[in-house]
């Protein structure tokens, strides 16, 4: 592509509205994967007693392994929907921005 039509694209209000939906998006999901890390961490750290603490009676699974491994499953989780929307929303935005460029273009 030209840099005509990057500038075709930049100037377009719906560019704008992607860059800032994307942003709000990815920050949001940022803060919520970073709470997440490190509310475990502080939870290791000040509550030990917690984190070793057995699910019952003659299990060897205790309440950190098990919160460890649904920390995974949600972070996997929080991926697969930033790929869903990214995939989605995000790319439909994508190709009206490209289009609506070539099209001023011609």
Known sequence: MSSSVYAHIRRNPRFAEL????????GLLAVTVLVIFY???LLVA????????RLFEGSNLTFGILAGLLQFIFFWVLT???????????????????????????
């Open 80 to 106: 697969l929907v930033y790929v869903r929307r990214a995939n989605g929303e995000f790319d439909d935005i994508n190709k009206e921005l490209v289009q609506a460029a070539w099209k001023a273009e011609k």
């Open 46 to 53: 000040f509550a030990p007693e917690l984190i070793g603490k």
């Open 39 to 41: 509310g475990f961490v």
């Open 19 to 26: 860059v800032a939906k994307r942003t709000r998006f990815a």
